[in-house]
């Protein structure tokens, strides 16, 4: 299985000790003892299941937010319109993932009653990897269906002015004795979390990654980080792009694109919007049913033919419930850049500076 460059002599952590780690930093930071968990957890697991970009390599950007940054480190969502399956809801400037942890908490609990519930989202932050808030609605027999805005990184196709998020999306489907099937992508053709990533490693970025400021493509960081963020599929990349970012903030009154703030300045605090939806299976096809053609499709994927025959195929989901299985055993695979990232935030909070020793 590939990951990132060089991951293999990286150092490694088990999952329990460095959630333990961050979830102090955290709580140091002001947040709940149950708050700081929904944090560290969510970082944990993104970097469990290989997704580095979206896991503790945050951890110092997220103290910032919760110190100097203007994020309320107490906010408590709200739900502030209910009517049939559609709920709004307030974050209060709490940390995203706080906020679309109850937001999805809400769809499914009203899916129940309602068997299709949908939950417009304002007053939030950034909330992490999507994929964690739609598996919850498949760990519950459930589809789950989620959006977010995100800061402006691309350009519409042909131009070169920053003013479109990549506005990422995610679906899960439960499996049955398989693992669900489960769809994270944003619609750049990286993320700005990956190239961070690449570029603390000195590696250049793979071709079709990233153009500079011109709007020319380019594989060096540097450049990348100041640069524009290419589109999947070209022009329909950023149509779907602004389409999602649309559906994340229009329906709650959350800030879209260039509102929200830009990669220099970063976002405004309490401006991010997300859209969760929880549909329940069992009110369509019976639930074991769906489980047992989401297995058979998955199978599918994995037993047709490649192109490479040294290639395996994997349906969505698949590959990051490996790592997070290998990772779970053998511990999770740490840069150099990440470890004195969380080290230094700990430092900040009165911690020991050697956290991770």
Not at 225 to 239: A, D, E, R
Request: glycine letters at 12%.
């Amino acid at each position: 299985m590939a990951n990132y460059p060089g991951w293999e002599t990286e150092r490694r952590f088990a999952p329990s000790h460095l959630s333990k780690v961050v979830r102090e930093i955290f709580a140091a930071a002001g947040m709940s003892s149950d708050d700081a968990s929904e944090i560290a957890e969510s970082l944990v697991a993104a970097d469990q299941r290989g997704i580095f970009s979206h896991g503790t390599l945050r951890v110092p950007e997220y103290l910032e937010k919760l110190t100097v940054g203007g994020v309320n480190p107490r906010g408590r969502p709200r739900v502030t319109s209910s009517v049939g399956g559609a709920l709004s809801v307030d974050g209060d400037n709490a940390m995203g993932q706080v906020v679309a942890a109850f937001a999805m908490r809400m769809a499914i609990e009203r899916a129940r009653e309602t068997k299709v519930a949908f939950v417009a989202v304002r007053g939030s932050n950034h909330c992490g990897a999507l994929e964690r808030w739609v598996l919850r609605a498949a760990s519950e027999g459930m589809v789950g269906l989620a959006s977010t805005n995100a800061l402006p990184t691309m350009a519409p196709w042909g131009g070169r002015d920053k003013i479109v998020g990549m506005n990422p999306f995610s679906a899960a489907f439960p499996g049955g004795s398989d693992p669900p099937i489960v769809l994270d992508m944003a619609f750049g053709a990286t993320a700005h979390g990956k190239i961070r990533v690449y570029h603390q490693k000195g590696r250049a970025i793979p071709e079709g990654w990233a153009f500079d400021a011109e709007g020319q493509p380019t594989t060096d960081t540097a450049a990348a980080m100041t640069g524009l963020i290419q589109p999947v599929g070209q022009h329909k990349g950023i149509g779907l792009a602004i389409v999602m970012g649309m559906l994340s903030t229009l329906l709650s009154g959350a800030s879209y694109g260039t509102e929200l703030g830009d990669m220099v300045a970063g976002a405004k605090p309490g401006h991010d919007g997300h859209f969760f939806v929880a549909l329940d299976i069992a009110a369509f096809q019976p639930l074991e049913e769906v489980r047992a053609r989401a297995d058979k499709i998955s199978r599918e994927i994995q037993q047709s033919r490649p192109v490479d025959p040294a290639t395996r195929l994997y349906p969505p989901g698949l590959l990051e419930a490996e790592f997070e299985r290998l990772y779970g055993r053998d511990g999770i695979p740490l840069s150099d850049g990440t470890i004195e990232g969380i080290r230094s935030a700990a430092r900040k909070m009165g911690m020991p500076g050697e956290v991770l020793a």
